[in-house]
């Protein structure tokens, strides 16, 4: 997949673009101010060597990728796949499994939950909790996406799994299920200990997961409030929140270890992208990183919604009550994703299987419908019969030449 879109992104420019953060982005003072914006790159054009016209971003990160939210394609990767400490990324995965407790019910928004000596104690980024301390599931949450508060999490994580350690044994479990390959946690913090690594691929694939849940980014879009009754601030940690027009999220990290990293999420005229940087040296480059990722993003790529060829035909059906069957085919809900300005490129190619023998469920996929810009494959859907056909028995042949017969006389 991650090939396919790196050759439709080929295709898009007539000249290589290289993507630098401007020399001061790491001496900028931020101010809380309307008018204030996150640094961004700066693009130029430079023509590729031997006639090669490829994609090439220059980021102050150890390792980035940009990816589709809705269908997971890679628009862009650097070293996507290079075991790095995440810091609080991790964080993200912590919250994936909080989002599956609630939607089986194991845990309510309304739950109250009392702080634990351990979770007291975690050190790093908090909000002060002290033990005994009660709190609810809810005002946790919101200490987790906005403020990164370690307490707050392993908060929920014993909530949710009865101690820290067996929260993060779920959490390796959950990410096995998910194909995250080169990950291992140790922590469901993010605090750099030994054998706690994941890669930029890795969390997107995460990331992607959490924003299947609509709710999270009424917590991950928060750039301001309070708990405690209006005692504790909170400020979001990510400034893209505020800052960069579509921001859903997602989340931030920072250790000496780590560096500075963020998993940023966007959604405009409904493209979602998310973009993950691991890595910067400061807090300024990783937001100018991720941003410019999204940005080229958003340039290049557009969602387009996809309407099913008009005939699809007849399938055949040997020794069923119906010599042949109709088909439906219906497109990604979400649409797909092609480069700005090729919708008329695009073709839509059904490949159908000869005949189906009954007896045969509606709904049984009997071939795919490929979607195809300039050659290049960027989205699949199958087709499917749209009604069952019994098989033809040697009852149902009989009575349907008795009433054959009754009709003639």
Same mark, same amino acid.
């Given at each position: 997949m991650k090939d396919t879109w790196r050759r439709a992104a080929a295709g898009l420019l007539s000249a290589a673009m290289m993507l630098s953060v401007p020399a001061a982005a790491e001496d900028t003072v931020w101010e809380e101010i309307p008018n204030a914006n996150i640094p961004a790159a700066v693009i130029q054009q430079e023509v590729a060597e031997a006639g090669e016209m490829q994609v090439q971003l220059s980021l102050p990160v150890k390792?980035?990728?940009?990816? =589709?939210?809705n269908t997971g394609g890679v628009l862009y990767e650097m070293n996507a796949d290079e075991k790095l400490p995440p810091a609080s990324i991790t964080k993200i995965m912590s919250l994936l499994l909080i989002m599956e407790a609630l939607?089986?019910?194991?845990?309510?928004?309304? =739950?109250? /939950?009392?702080?634990?000596?351990?979770?007291?104690?975690?050190?790093?980024?908090?909000?002060?909790?002290?033990?005994g301390e009660e709190m609810t599931v809810d005002d946790l949450l919101k200490a987790v996406a906005v403020q990164s508060a370690n307490d707050a999490t392993v908060c929920l994580a014993e909530y949710v799994a009865g101690s820290e350690e067996a929260f993060v044994q779920m959490m390796n479990r959950r990410a096995a299920e998910l194909g995250m390959e080169n990950t291992h946690f140790a922590c469901c913090a993010g605090l750099d200990e030994a054998e706690h690594y994941t890669t930029a691929r890795d969390i997107a694939l995460m990331s992607r997961e959490l924003l299947r849940y609509p709710k999270i980014t009424e917590y991950t879009t928060i750039w301001m409030d309070t708990l405690r009754g209006g005692a504790t601030s909170?400020? @979001?940690? @990510?400034?893209?929140? $505020?800052? +960069?027009?579509?921001?859903?999220?997602?989340?931030?990290?920072?250790t000496s270890k780590a560096g500075c990293c963020l998993s940023a999420s966007a959604s405009r005229d409904g493209l979602g992208l998310i973009a993950v940087v691991l890595g910067a040296e400061n807090s300024d480059k990783r937001f100018s990183a991720a941003?410019?990722?999204? =940005?080229?993003?958003?340039? @290049?790529? *557009?969602? !387009?919604?996809?309407?099913?060829?008009? #005939?699809?035909?007849?399938?055949?059906v040997t020794r069923g009550t119906a010599s042949a069957v109709e088909l439906t085919a219906t497109p990604p809900a979400e649409g797909i994703v092609i480069p700005k300005g090729q919708q008329e490129a695009l073709v839509q190619t059904v490949e159908l299987q000869e005949s189906l023998e009954a007896p045969v469920?509606?709904?049984?996929?009997?071939?795919? /419908?490929? !979607?195809?810009?300039?050659? !290049?494959?960027?989205? *699949? +859907?199958?087709?499917?019969?749209?009604? *069952?056909? #019994?098989?033809?028995?040697?009852? $149902?042949?009989?009575? $349907?030449?008795?009433? $054959?017969?009754? *009709?003639?006389?």
């Open positions: 390792s980035a990728i940009l990816i =589709d939210q939607e089986s019910g194991k845990i309510a928004l309304e =739950d109250t /939950v009392t702080c634990s000596e351990v979770a007291a104690g975690f050190g790093g980024s908090q909000i002060w909790l002290k033990p909170l400020v @979001n940690t @990510n400034r893209l929140v $505020r800052f +960069y027009q579509g921001a859903t999220g997602l989340k931030t990290g920072t941003r410019a990722l999204l =940005d080229w993003g958003f340039a @290049n790529y *557009a969602a !387009v919604t996809v309407t099913p060829p008009e #005939d699809l035909g007849l399938l055949p469920a509606a709904g049984t996929e009997v071939g795919t /419908v490929t !979607v195809t810009v300039d050659g !290049v494959a960027v989205a *699949a +859907y199958p087709v499917v019969t749209a009604a *069952a056909v #019994d098989r033809m028995t040697f009852g $149902r042949a009989f009575s $349907r030449l008795g009433g $054959r017969l009754l *009709a003639m006389g």
